[in-house]
């Protein structure tokens, strides 16, 4: 495919698991911006009030941006730098978003941004060393319960809402950073 070798002919010459590496990032980089088109139709058609789409539209925009810049890191050679460059504000984004809409939106407490935890902690554990995995889990997991403090009283259906989805996530989380170390571990 003439865009993978436009995007990896730097690393023709790296070692097996480096170019291994470089081409499952660049897969997942389009995925993720098929994935965000498709999350910008889904904010468009499903009905949500305008303000949150709006804010789903920032999201999906802020990390399409973070994305392309790391494939130009790719292209350039510089697998880290492009996996960090999206990695790191990409983790920072979640967990702001997660505190600053808990109180204004407490009944997204638990479905918006929590679906990128799970996978962020497996991304880390592909491209990253143990102790990452375990600094985003726990970062994570952190977040999940702050949020859960800021929404806990917002009226008996929210709070047995955001009651199960602490659960539910806190344990979802813990499970992916336990298999994900693991896998570290093995490989």
Not at 117 to 134: D, E, S
Not at 142 to 160: E, M, P
Not at 163 to 187: H, P
Request: charged share 10%; glycine share 4%; hydrophobic share 55%.
């Amino acid at each position: 495919m003439a865009l993978e070798r436009f995007f990896l002919q730097k690393f023709e010459n790296c070692d097996f698991i480096t170019k291994r590496k470089a081409q499952v990032f660049f897969y997942y980089s389009l995925l993720l911006l098929i994935l965000l088109g498709l999350l910008l139709a889904l904010y468009t058609v499903m009905p949500i009030s305008p303000e949150l789409a709006r804010k789903g539209y920032l999201g999906a925009a802020a990390i399409i941006v973070l994305v392309i810049m790391s494939l130009f890191f790719l292209r350039t050679g510089k697998l880290e730098t492009a996996v960090w460059s999206y990695a790191v504000p990409t983790i920072l984004v979640i967990i702001a978003l997660r505190l600053i809409n808990a109180r204004p939106a407490p009944e997204t407490a638990f479905t918006t941004y929590i679906f990128y935890m799970p996978y962020m902690i497996v991304y880390v554990a592909v491209f990253g060393k143990k102790w990452h995995v375990l600094l985003v889990t726990l970062l994570f997991t952190a977040t999940n319960w702050v949020v859960w403090v800021l929404v806990k009283n917002a009226g008996s259906i929210l709070d047995a809402t955001s009651s199960t989805g602490i659960i539910n996530s806190t344990m979802g989380l813990l499970t992916t950073g336990i298999l994900a170390y693991s896998l570290i571990s093995i490989v």
